[in-house]
Nanobody
Framework: QVQLVESGGGLVQAGGSLRLSCAASGRTFSRYGMGWLRQAPGKERDIVSAVSWSGSSTYYADSVKGRFTISRDNAKNTVYLQMNSLKPEDTAIYYC????????????????WGQGTQVTVSS
């Protein structure tokens, strides 16, 4: 299995940027697809972005396309989410997750989860 530890959440003004990091432990990290998901108050957890184990394939929710970038560094066992042009509606708890499949686009596709990190965007 893989253990995930997130960092980088916090408070930022609208239009600002933030980078989330997820440090993973596990010998087979490079063979997991990775994703970032979020849950806003009163809403269901939903996919934000995903990246295949090799980094060659990515997925973005329409709401973040063009603003967020997912990447991974398998040598460092770390996945990142660069968030630019942040909006108040991006406010949510963000979760890093690992999937057995190459590119999961729904929460049910993920097997391992981080603890979540709060991102708050003020207007």
């Amino acid at each position: 299995q893989v253990q995930l530890v997130e960092s980088g959440g916090g408070l930022v003004q609208a239009g600002g940027s933030l980078r989330l990091s997820c440090a993973a432990s596990g010998r087979t990290f490079s063979r997991y697809g990775m994703g970032w998901l979020r849950q806003a108050p009163g809403k269901e957890r939903d996919i934000v972005s995903a990246v295949s184990w090799s980094g060659s394939s990515t997925y973005y929710a329409d709401s973040v396309k063009g603003r967020f970038t997912i990447s991974r560094d398998n040598a460092k066992n770390t996945v990142y989410l660069q968030m630019n042009s942040l909006k108040p509606e991006d406010t949510a708890i963000y979760y890093c997750a690992a999937s057995r499949g190459p590119l999961a686009t729904t929460p049910s596709g993920y097997s391992y989860w981080g603890q979540g990190t709060q991102v708050t965007v003020s207007s």
